[in-house]
């Protein structure tokens, strides 16, 4: 069984930047999709990054693309994402995912939620002005 956990939420400055980590055990597999989600309370989940395990294709929303950066880590079994010219609404809990099902390594994961199976118990962050 899968399990992931999210650490590096913090409060920050707009224009500020942080790294999240998030630890998978037993080891992040190969091939599968995996990605990273924020919530803000009244809103629904959205994906800030997805990864694919197998090729390192990355796909980012609008919104982020440019600031955000999404990375493995085999050695270490994490998935991290650096934050960079944070704004304050970007102020949100940060959600790893990451799913069970193989892919072809081509693949560009999807954003939508019911895609991943394992899921943490989120990191805050807080961007100020």
């Known amino acids: 069984q899968v399990q992931v956990m999210e650490s590096g939420g913090d409060s920050v400055q707009a224009g500020g930047s942080l790294r999240l980590s998030c630890v998978v055990s037993?080891?992040?597999?190969?091939?599968?999709?995996m990605a990273w989600f924020r919530q803000v309370p009244g809103r629904a989940r959205e994906a800030v990054a997805t990864?694919?395990?197998?090729?390192?294709?990355?796909n980012y929303p609008d919104f982020v693309k440019g600031r955000f950066i999404i990375s493995q880590d085999n050695a270490k079994n994490t998935i991290d994402l650096q934050m960079n010219s944070l704004k304050p609404e970007d102020t949100a809990a940060y959600y790893c995912a990451a799913s069970d099902r193989k892919v072809p390594s081509w693949l560009s994961c999807s954003a939508a939620t019911g895609v991943y199976d394992h899921w943490g118990q989120g990191t805050q962050v807080f961007v100020s002005l």
């Open positions: 990864i694919n395990t197998g090729g390192d294709q990355t």
């Open positions: 037993p080891n992040i597999e190969s091939r599968v999709c």
